[in-house]
């Protein structure tokens, strides 16, 4: 049988001065151990010279198609505990992945558990863990405590029992800690925790579609609102008007905040999170998936000393993630930035960021009239509500400032007709409106299991997406489904956009009233690119399938 040691100098990847400490060691595997956990060794170098030296196969869990029966024929606590995960049966033998095919105590109680033959396989550690992870969920852990709760506890003393010092290990605590948890690991954007009549439903929004997670008894309903109203700072008595709070969790080594909302139903209080992951502050422009020429218009107009910059579309279609970016690649130690935001939601450092607040008299207007005078650079305001704000927004961009902020529009065309409908003189809006940027979300195909196929030519023509008749039908993409997308076929989200530079001919129409439609067609004629268009380029480029741009895209 092959040295370990020398596998790994024969491929290249063990470093010279090393060579004797791991001679000299009589146990060469946890001397490699150690090694692999001072980075000198990656996981998966070591991974797959075990395989060698053990003379077995390495498998790759991310590209390895799991048989789920296999998967249910050992139960989750054995599999965390050693480290393993059966994923394939052959004939009456169990594929084990495992991290230390050499430990038989993992091999005997996987064979007891199964009442199986094993063959044992290798596989990368945090490839391992991510997969036990991914199989094996919380929602076990989730159904156990939920069961527990209802045998233990009647209503009114599981409200009760959510005080200030309510225990970690308590049911409720670890139930909403469990959501929570599972939540960030599935990538969700927003959890719904909803009151029905006979139980409570909790649901994920991952890659903008809600799914169903679980399903809890009514009885643990009180219990589980109690402790999250405690954990945002929110009134627990307060159950007949919505109400909004906050709260930062900690989570695999980083902070992340929750913005937490109730609203009062037939049922009970629905509770609704919004995941804020503060690493998506510290996002390029680049990761933001514009295309060329639309990167190109919008740095045009971020990089001058003044103007008003509008991103506009609906509700969670990522106005606020671009604007961030916007306001990372403007931030400079040399000027001054400072944003208004209700809620402020994501922490910036070097930024002044404002938090509104209406019961001490802090509107968006006031807070605006405020931070002019406070010598700003650039004024980051969240939203354009009414008249007042936006009035006072356009004043600031025609005096030196760069406004960024956001709007609800369909398109970019219609933010110049929106502001003058707020009683903004057009001759103010053409003069202080230097951009628009339309966008949308679009789930992304897997990259690991997209199917290419060529879409009919007739039906192209049917969808509006652009396509050009004398051209051959371009390849595209569709979803199919693997473990890595969890049978989905998309995994994360791509932005749509409509970039609209606000020209001479355009602020001649904003002047004269014209329509969006007039406006969008001399902006069409300019160079700008339709969020359908925007959509069917990334199509061909792979990055999302035909379904999703007309799904997002009216």
């Not at 063990?14 to 980075?39: F, K």
């Not at 049911?171 to 469990?178: E, K």
């Amino acid at each position: 049988m092959a040295n370990l040691t020398d596998i790994l100098i024969v491929r290249g990847v063990l470093p010279i001065e090393h060579l004797d400490t791991l001679r000299r060691d009589e146990d060469e595997m946890a001397a490699v151990r150690a090694l692999v956990d001072s980075g000198v060794v990656t996981e998966l170098q070591f991974a797959s010279a075990l395989a060698e030296k053990l003379r077995l196969p390495f498998v790759e869990l991310t590209e390895y198609a799991v048989d789920r029966m296999a998967i249910s024929l050992v139960p989750a606590a054995v599999c965390r505990r050693y480290g393993v995960l059966p994923i394939a049966i052959e004939s009456d033998r169990l594929t084990l992945a495992m991290v230390d095919p050499g430990n038989v105590f993992a091999l005997d109680d996987v064979r007891s558990a199964a009442r199986m033959n094993i063959t044992p396989v290798v596989a990368e550690r945090c490839d391992l863990l991510a997969a036990i992870d991914r199989f094996h969920r919380a929602d076990g852990e989730l159904s156990d405590l939920t069961s527990a709760i209802e045998e233990d506890s009647t209503p009114a003393e599981t409200e009760l029992s959510m005080g200030e010092t309510a225990d970690d290990d308590a049911p409720i605590v670890r139930f909403v800690n469990l959501i929570v948890s599972q939540a960030i690991q599935d990538r969700a954007s927003d959890i719904h925790i909803e009151p029905s009549e006979h139980d409570l439903r909790v649901r994920y929004r991952i890659d903008g579609v809600l799914h169903e997670m679980q399903r809890a008894p009514k009885s643990i309903q009180n219990g589980v609102i109690s402790r999250l109203k405690i954990m945002s700072d929110i009134d627990i008595s307060e159950r007949r008007r919505p109400q909004d709070g906050r709260m930062s969790i900690r989570h695999a080594s980083r902070t992340i905040d929750l913005r937490v909302a109730t609203l009062p139903t037939v049922w009970g209080e629905k509770i609704v999170m919004r995941i804020l992951d503060n690493a998506e502050s510290d996002m390029k422009l680049s990761d933001l998936g514009l295309l060329d020429y639309n990167a190109e218009a919008f740095r045009s107009s971020y990089t001058k000393p003044y103007g008003m910059i509008l991103v506009t579309g609906p509700t969670g279609s990522g106005k606020s993630t671009t604007l961030y970016t916007t306001l990372h690649t403007v931030s400079r130690p040399e000027i001054n930035v400072i944003t208004v935001e209700d809620p402020v939601e994501y922490r910036m450092p070097g930024i002044n960021q404002v938090q509104v607040n209406p019961k001490a008299g802090l509107t968006f207007a006031s807070a605006l009239r405020s931070i002019l005078r406070s010598d700003p650079d650039v004024v980051l305001l969240g939203e354009i509500r009414d008249h007042e704000t936006a009035q006072i927004a356009i004043e600031a961009s025609l005096t030196g400032h760069l406004v960024l902020s956001t709007l609800h529009t369909n398109d970019a065309p219609s933010a110049v007709t929106r502001l003058t409908e707020m009683n903004i003189e057009p001759f103010l809006v053409g003069s202080a409106l230097d951009c628009v940027v339309a966008q949308r979300l679009a789930r992304r195909l897997c990259s690991r299991c997209k199917g290419a196929y060529q879409h009919d030519a007739g039906e192209l023509l049917n969808l509006r997406v652009g396509f050009d008749p004398a051209a051959p039908p371009p390849v595209l993409y569709r979803p199919v489904g693997c473990t890595h997308c969890s049978n989905t076929g998309y995994r994360g989200r791509i932005a749509i956009h409509e970039v609209m530079l606000v020209t001479e001919d355009i602020e001649r129409l904003a002047v004269a009233r014209a329509s969006s439609a007039e406006i969008g067609a001399v902006a069409r004629s300019q160079g700008m690119l339709t969020l359908r268009e925007d959509g069917w380029a990334k199509a061909k480029l792979g990055h999302t399938s035909i379904e999703e741009i007309l799904r997002v895209v009216a």
